[in-house]
């Protein structure tokens, strides 16, 4: 089993800067494939970045290309998500998400494990 928690999330105004993390606990995080998902009211989840084990390949929705940044930090047993030049359409709830293995990188059911959530307000 793993658990994950998600934190950093927050209100902030359009434009602006955040960084979430994902900490995990009760196995070795570098076992596992990572995403971050979000899911605003009304809106199914959605995939907004992923990163393999090792951290060498990287992989992020077209809505946040150049904006987002995925890392892991396998000794730390973390992942973040730095979030920059955000957007009020941003706004939703962040899901960080483990996969021991992954066929599509986008997929909710590819994933295993997953967090509480954070949310994140992006005011206009």
């Known amino acids: 089993q793993v658990q994950l928690v998600e934190s950093g999330g927050g209100l902030v105004q359009a434009g602006g800067s955040l960084r979430l993390s994902c900490a995990a606990s009760g196995r070795t995080l570098s076992n596992y494939a990572m995403g971050w998902f979000r899911q605003a009211p009304g809106k199914e989840r959605e995939f907004v970045a992923a990163?393999?084990?090792?951290?060498?390949?990287?992989y992020y929705a077209d809505s946040v290309k150049g904006r987002f940044t995925i890392s892991r930090d396998n000794a730390k047993n973390r992942v973040y998500l730095q979030m920059n030049s955000l957007k009020p359409e941003d706004t939703a709830v962040y899901y960080c998400?483990?996969?021991?293995?992954?066929?599509?990188?986008?997929?909710?059911?590819?994933?295993?494990?997953w967090g509480q959530g954070t949310q994140v307000t992006v005011s206009s």
């Open positions: 998400a483990a996969a021991a293995s992954v066929m599509s990188v986008v997929s909710t059911v590819d994933y295993d494990y």
């Open positions: 990163v393999m084990w090792s951290g060498d390949s990287t």
